[in-house]
């Protein structure tokens, strides 16, 4: 199973960006596939994650201002961030596994996103 995730970047406070995640490999292995950011010296944390059905689950900090979507045809999953805020500044991760509340046993590259105020 592989995880390639793009999109990061730097953009201004009420910025925007768009991550992307394409797997491969994944046979039936991931259903869920997620996003977590790591900030210096702070732990992952789940920003959002999606069920190949639809179902999404959001941390609360990020709510009304990003919106997790995906392509199961594509396996891929994208993040579009709005109104972005500099306490979202980190380095954000593809997530894949079979639950909406666990992390997945795979993980993408990490992608670095700075907002700056």
């Known amino acids: 199973v592989q995880l390639q995730a793009s999109g990061g970047g730097l953009v201004q406070s009420g910025g925007s960006l768009r991550l992307s995640c394409a797997a491969s490999g994944t046979g039936d292995s991931i259903n869920v596939m997620g996003w977590y950011r790591q900030a210096p010296g702070n732990q992952r944390e789940l920003v959002a994650a999606?069920?190949?059905?639809?179902?999404?689950r959001y941390v609360e900090s990020v709510k009304g201002r990003f919106t997790i979507s995906r392509d199961n045809a594509k396996n891929t999953v994208y993040l579009q961030m709005n109104n972005l805020k500099p306490e979202d500044s980190a380095v954000y991760f593809c997530?894949?596994?079979?639950?909406?509340?666990?992390?997945?046993?795979?993980w993408g590259q990490g992608t670095l996103v700075t907002v700056s105020s």
């Open positions: 999606i069920t190949d059905g639809g179902d999404t």
């Open positions: 997530n894949g596994g079979r639950s909406l509340y666990l992390r997945g046993e795979y």
